[in-house]
């Protein structure tokens, strides 16, 4: 399967000749704002990923007078009876938009195993390249009028190898934010034209590259050409200065950017925004750090505070815009820590009992699914798995769990697996 964007010489050459004239557009705004309010708007998925397994226990299950409970307390949300961190202040006063998965449980209890479990909704097996679900998400949303790319990764760190699969490079994610040029500084580098080169030098330059690539991809067809092609054409168009005005943080008011918070993780949470305004279906957001094998509490509240400060003015952000209704926020790791403290005060890796965060897209709020254990082994009630919450996300946004796409080893796949059941409380 074919799944390419070749460029034309009039899309080079227009790419091309905006270069180095980067700016804010007047009518971005409107725009966005016009069609956040269209009832026909394709929705978007924005997930906020916590790397190296969140000590859930420690967020959304509190488990308060046990000994699993550890140090930290629980604290009201603005719905009666759902409690969560007192390190999470600010989505507290958001209650009514979560909806808590408490009952998550997996076999996958290595990093990389679990995080492409998580990420794919399938366990890695044998030859097949499963596809982020960003891909199989994008792949079903793309707007090929859109200058941006369909999937884009905020500092993804050492996940960024879960791509595209067997959806090929076209739906692969844009990285960003590896290199930052200050604390919560994001960049996208090389949108402008090198030092020292005209703009009629950069149109003989991409033209002379529209015709190497012609004469590359005669004769051939593999994934090498494929790449080739994808990346030249993201390249090309995130060179259009509409596109490149969706990463200028810089636009943004101070209070709103205040708000988000100055991390990396914070300003990823606004990047995303102004991403999904503008028509991206898919944008990841990656928080590092959980891997909290050693003093548990004190690694946490730090990263609860920059958790509470980007997903909180995230909803509200996408409230205010009118766009909560039409994007989907989800937040979880790969797996959860144990209830256990160990005798380094860490939390170890638990995938048998955690929890996951959904919000906004048509989900119903304001409720926890599941319930574990009073020492928070077990799972108790309403077990979810994780091909169950890759359904109930495609559900949510309008895509068909169970379609099939034809995979890398000749067979088709599904995007979720087909034991997948959505979880029909909060559609």
Request: proline share 7%; glycine share 12%.
């Amino acid at each position: 399967m074919n799944v390419s964007f070749t460029p034309s010489r009039r899309d080079l050459l227009r790419a091309a000749s905006c270069a180095g004239a980067v700016g804010a557009s007047g009518w971005l705004a409107p725009l966005a704002s016009a069609a956040a309010s269209d009832p026909r708007r394709t929705k978007s998925v924005i997930l906020l990923w916590m790397n190296g397994g969140p000590a859930t226990i420690d967020l959304w299950d509190l488990k308060p007078g046990h000994d699993n409970g550890g140090e930290f307390k629980d604290t009201k949300t603005t719905v009666p009876g759902l409690r969560i961190s007192e390190h999470l202040p600010k989505l507290a006063g958001r209650g009514r938009d979560l909806a808590v998965v408490r009952s998550l449980t997996s076999k996958e209890g290595d990093h990389g195993r679990a995080t492409v479990f998580a990420k794919t909704g399938y366990a890695p097996v044998g030859p097949i390249q499963f596809p982020h679900v960003g891909a199989a998400v994008a792949r079903e949303l793309v707007n090929e009028s859109l200058d941006l790319p369909a999937f884009v990764s905020v500092a993804p760190g050492r996940t960024a190898a879960i791509g595209g699969g067997f959806l090929g490079p076209k739906f692969a994610p844009l990285a960003i934010g590896e290199t930052a040029t200050g604390p919560g500084e994001l960049t996208v580098p090389d949108l402008d034209r090198a030092k020292g080169v005209t703009a009629a030098a950069l149109d003989d330059r991409v033209e002379l590259l529209a015709g190497l690539e012609k004469r590359f991809e005669t004769g051939r067809a593999s994934p090498v050409v494929d790449a080739l092609q994808a990346a030249t054409a993201k390249a090309v168009r995130l060179m259009r200065p509409e596109a490149a005005a969706a990463f200028e943080l810089d636009k943004e008011p101070d209070r709103v950017r205040d708000a988000y918070g100055r991390t990396l993780f914070g300003q990823g949470c606004l990047l995303a925004r102004r991403l999904v305004e503008r028509g991206v279906p898919f944008v990841e957001v990656t928080l590092g750090g959980w891997d909290t094998h050693n003093n548990n509490f004190q690694q946490v509240k730090p990263l609860s505070a920059a958790l509470d400060a980007g997903f909180a003015a995230l909803l509200a952000d996408l409230q205010s815009r009118g766009l909560l209704d039409s994007t989907v926020v989800v937040c979880m790791g790969e797996f959860g820590r144990t209830p256990r403290i160990n005798a380094r005060s860490g939390r170890d890796h638990w995938p048998a009992s955690w929890a996951a965060v959904l919000a906004g897209g048509g989900i119903k709020g304001g409720r926890a699914v599941g319930k574990t254990s009073a020492d928070g082994t077990t799972v108790e009630e309403t077990p979810v798995k994780v091909p169950d919450l890759v359904a109930t996300v495609c559900k949510a946004i309008g895509i068909d769990p169970q379609k099939q796409n034809m995979s890398n080893v000749g067979r088709p796949i599904r995007i979720a697996d087909p034991s997948a059941k959505p979880i029909e409380e909060l559609l």
